[in-house]
């Protein structure tokens, strides 16, 4: 049998490989070297760091980690020591997705603007930035992406670069790998620098990684009003936040965006079926069974007298309130941790029936686009 260790908040994954091999789980910051020595496998979340002082010796060929990013993990040192390592592209983008609209649903309310006569700025179209494009469109925004090495690769049509985006943006939100080196480096991409080249007042959304945003810079340009605003998901130095910078931020939540339990559900799946393909195990095509049922999966939306964006709201927020994850963070920040780790049942929109009242097909076909389940018109 293969020993393998895993983070023990790995969702859905206690008795999946239990019979075929030996599983031992850990919390991510206890995955260390003494652990590990002889173990075939490791699974774990961002939490753990693959170096190579801790990898060196210990005898481990698979490392798969149930996230999209993948910079905890040191792939050069892994590459040419015959480490296989996975991650899980693409697992959350739909939870981020959901993540971006409450969060741009909330501010438009709020601040009393209606998004359609909103320019959004999106540096990144991977897997998550391409489906925030989606619902932006949706929405009738005006949508700028900035996606350099897609650009390389598709001839740069329908794309913006950096400071035109920066300069012509009213809402930008980053959706880039963390990447310390080369053409494509993204630490620090949002610096003072940068923060002067954007249109006075914008908004900034970071659900990436901390480090792409420095602190200091956006701590200095909120307070001066270059910033409008900040919703700051991701942090430097997680899980010992600047709290600073959380109370000048609109909305600040624990590196959550991505944790819907489909987002996790999808990331497990991912890695469990490759570690079975790495090993010969009989698990093929392995999803978790029967994912916890939202508390109130129906949404009855009475649409007379109601603008679109209104009723796209309303159902954002019956699947998911950000204010939620904002105030318990700003409640006990040093619970940054405890937060992520217990975080409660958040399913995507289709785990949703909406029931519509007096709607527009136009409404219709938006619910229906963002993943909805939409019933019949009762009007």
Not at 126 to 144: E, I, P, T
Not at 311 to 335: G, Q, W
């Amino acid at each position: 049998m293969i020993k393998v260790i895993a983070d023990e908040k790995i969702p859905f994954l206690k008795g999946v490989l239990e019979p075929y091999s030996l599983v031992k789980y850990l919390p991510g910051k206890h995955i260390t070297t003494e652990e590990i020595k002889g173990a075939d496998a490791l699974l774990i979340r961002t939490r753990t760091r693959c170096t190579e002082e801790i990898l060196k010796g210990t005898g481990v060929k698979f490392i798969g980690t149930a996230t999209i990013g993948f910079d905890h993990i040191d792939t050069g040192y892994c590459e040419s020591n015959n480490i296989k390592w996975v991650n899980a592209p693409g697992c959350n983008s739909s939870s981020v997705e959901q993540y971006i609209a409450a969060a741009l649903l909330k501010i438009s309310r709020e601040f009393r603007f209606k998004l359609r006569d909103k320019t959004i700025g999106i540096v990144g179209a991977g897997n998550v930035g391409s489906k925030v494009a989606r619902f932006c469109n949706l929405m009738g925004m005006r949508v700028l992406i900035n996606d350099p090495p897609r650009s390389r690769a598709e001839g740069g049509k329908g794309f913006t670069d950096l400071n035109t985006l920066l300069g012509e943006s009213d809402i930008i939100t980053l959706h880039v790998p963390l990447s310390f080196a080369g053409d494509d480096m993204t630490y620090h991409m949002i610096d003072e620098k940068t923060l002067k080249k954007l249109r006075r007042g914008a908004w900034l959304i970071n659900t990436s990684r901390g480090e792409v945003a420095e602190t200091h810079s956006l701590k200095k340009a909120r307070t001066s009003g270059k910033l409008g605003g900040i919703v700051a998901d991701v942090w430097e130095n997680e899980p010992s936040i600047d709290t600073g910078l959380m109370q000048l931020s609109f909305i600040a939540t624990p590196h959550i965006a991505g944790y819907s339990t489909d987002g996790k559900a999808n990331g497990t799946s991912v890695v469990v079926n490759q570690l079975s393909a790495c090993f010969g195990l009989p698990v093929k095509e392995w999803y978790p069974a029967n994912l916890p049922s939202p508390s109130d999966p129906v949404v009855n939306i009475n649409c007379k007298g109601k603008e679109v964006e209104d009723i796209i709201r309303e159902a954002v927020e019956h699947t998911y309130n950000i204010s939620e994850d904002d105030l318990k963070l700003r409640f006990s920040p040093s619970d940054f941790e405890k937060l992520r780790g217990d975080y409660p049942v958040r399913r995507e929109f289709p785990a949703y029936t909406v029931n519509l009242e007096g709607s527009s097909v136009k409404t219709r076909r938006i619910l229906e686009s963002m993943g909805f389940v939409c019933k019949k018109d009762q009007g």
